[in-house]
């Protein structure tokens, strides 16, 4: 059944010369499913919870940006009834036609995001969202904000030049004209890291999954395809590695180099160890000290 849905309108919102407003705003279960005449950058800064858009519900995290055209339902709401416990923030950037005429000044070169913005500006257009893999759309949703905020001398410039970023920055995240694979490797190198940045912690497939949102399944395939090895062996190899690396350069004991790669019984990191290294890590260091 389709939801009904209340209209926010530019004239009540927009309430400036700039025809802008970018606001960061605590997501609650009072604000109506609502549309609206103007475009709409939305991106997670903080939390978790649900984006209802249309018919749809989609989990969402710190580091997704949605777009939403003129036309498009949607609404916000926190994953527990309790959102003091964990807050979802959003950073909101809301603009209508004026602006885009305006940023279609300053981007008189680049007739195809020109097509782009009115196209969002005409109902009919699809949402749709990109992740924040660098952090370059949160840096300038940031900029926005403050500029915004605190406005000083050459606030209606910098507004409009940061603008024009956040949406050439979006729009070649979503349009580059790159190999299909060459993209999905670079994402996949994006969980590589991460598992390099927690080893320390509970790593697993299903909160890689959650994270770069792929299915288990999916990523099952990604490691073989790029490492060859499934994400057991590929993860456990990689704690070995690291352990090794801090065995040759470190005095720490083996207990606490252990518990550094996630190995929380030291029994169990030994046997590991001589296993794939092919000796002890008393071994392997005095070895490689000598």
């Known amino acids: 059944m389709q939801r009904s849905a209340q209209l926010f309108k530019s004239e009540s919102l927009l309430q400036n010369n700039l025809h802008l407003l970018v606001n960061r705003y605590a997501e ?18 903080e939390g978790r919870g649900f984006h209802h858009i249309d018919q749809a519900v989609i989990p969402v995290r710190k580091g997704m940006l949605f777009v939403i055209p003129v036309g498009v339902s949607h609404v916000f709401r926190p994953a527990t009834s309790h959102p003091e416990q964990d807050l979802l923030i959003v950073y909101n950037c809301l603009f209508d036609d004026h602006m885009v005429d305006r940023l279609s000044a300053l981007l008189q070169e680049e007739s195809p995001i020109i097509e782009h913005l009115q196209s969002l500006g005409s109902s009919g257009s699809a949402y749709f969202s990109v992740s924040d893999w660098d952090g370059s759309i949160e840096k300038l949703m940031l900029n926005l904000h403050r500029e915004m905020s605190v406005p000083g001398i050459g606030s209606v410039t910098m507004l409009q030049t940061l603008l024009s970023q956040l949406i050439v920055t979006v729009y070649r995240q979503l349009y580059a004209d790159q190999d299909r694979s060459t993209i999905e490797a670079s994402d996949f190198a994006q969980v590589i890291l991460f598992m390099e940045q927690k080893l320390s912690e509970g790593i697993t497939l299903a909160h890689l999954a959650q994270m770069s949102r792929w299915s288990s399944r999916h990523l099952q395939r990604m490691f073989l395809k790029h490492t060859s090895q499934s994400f057991g062996s590929y993860l456990q190899h990689l704690r070995i590695q690291k352990s090794c690396e ?18 929380r019984d030291i029994d ?13 890590p008393m071994a392997y260091r005095k070895r490689h000290r000598t």
């Open 28 to 45: 609650n279960f009072f604000a109506p499913y609502h549309s609206h005449d103007f475009i709409e950058y939305c991106y997670v800064a």
């Open 246 to 263: 801090r065995l040759r350069t470190s005095d720490l004991k083996i207990s606490m180099i252990a518990g550094s790669v996630g190995y």
């Open 268 to 280: 169990t990191f030994n046997s590991v160890f001589k296993k794939i290294v092919g000796e002890p």
